[in-house]
């Protein structure tokens, strides 16, 4: 095992559809769920390095985001919901959650066969929600004099919330990263904080994802 330092941090890693690229301090990364599921997290932003912790501070994610299109109504009595992946395809079964002007959940609906859901109208929807697992969640005003166009991108992207990750390097070429934590928070200790989240992975039998350097760029959408 090579002792990691900080300078080692440079370039780009990649395995399958995982990758993690740095730049200077800043770092992108699109890891699948190291659960096992299809979910794909990713994120950007700053990082920072605790002997062999990895902390990654996230900002506004600067690629493809879900997204919304009104249009006019087209009912009187009901507001159209449809809800697409962003390759246009229609999406069953995605959770759309009617908010009032405090965030909080009037009803849910589930999109039909066809990616729609019928909300009646109502003045104290405020707020629409959308959500599934593995998507990339969205949320905006509700107009009752509009219908709305959804398309959601199948990303679970992190913003504004520190991601903890273990890195080793097994070799020059390789970089060993696991995921920790994704809403990570250290009020106290955080060589504490982070050796708890590493004892409590492993106890899960967590295992690392092993990324190899690629020497061209890594281009995310």
Not at 19 to 24: E, K
Not at 54 to 82: C, Q
Not at 86 to 115: C, F, Q, R, W
Not at 172 to 199: G, P, Q, V
């Amino acid at each position: 095992m090579l002792q990691l330092s900080a300078q080692e941090l440079a370039g780009a890693f990649k395995e399958g559809n995982d990758s993690i690229s740095f730049a200077g301090n800043k770092v992108i990364f699109s890891l699948s769920d190291f659960s096992g599921l299809s979910n794909i997290k990713t994120g950007e932003g700053e990082f920072e390095q605790t002997g062999r912790y990895l902390l990654v501070h996230t900002n506004t994610y600067s690629g493809e985001k879900s997204s919304f299109e009104p249009s006019d109504a087209t009912l009187k009595d009901s507001t159209v919901i449809k809800v697409v992946s962003n390759n246009h395809y229609v999406l069953p079964g995605i959770l759309v959650e009617l908010l009032n002007k405090s965030h909080k959940t009037i009803a849910g609906k589930v999109s039909d066969e066809n990616g729609i859901v019928y909300v009646e109208k109502d003045p104290k929807i405020v707020h629409i929600k959308i959500s599934a697992l593995g998507y990339d969640e969205i949320e905006f005003p509700y107009n009752p004099q509009q219908d709305y166009l959804v398309s959601v991108v199948k990303k679970d992207i992190i913003e504004n919330q520190t991601v903890a990750f273990k890195i080793d390097k097994p070799d020059e070429e390789t970089l060993s990263i696991l995921l920790l934590s994704d809403e990570f928070e250290a009020k106290n200790n955080l060589e504490k904080a982070l050796e708890k989240l590493d004892k409590r992975a492993a106890k899960n039998n967590q295992l690392p994802k092993q990324l190899k350097k690629v020497y061209i760029p890594i281009y995310y959408r």
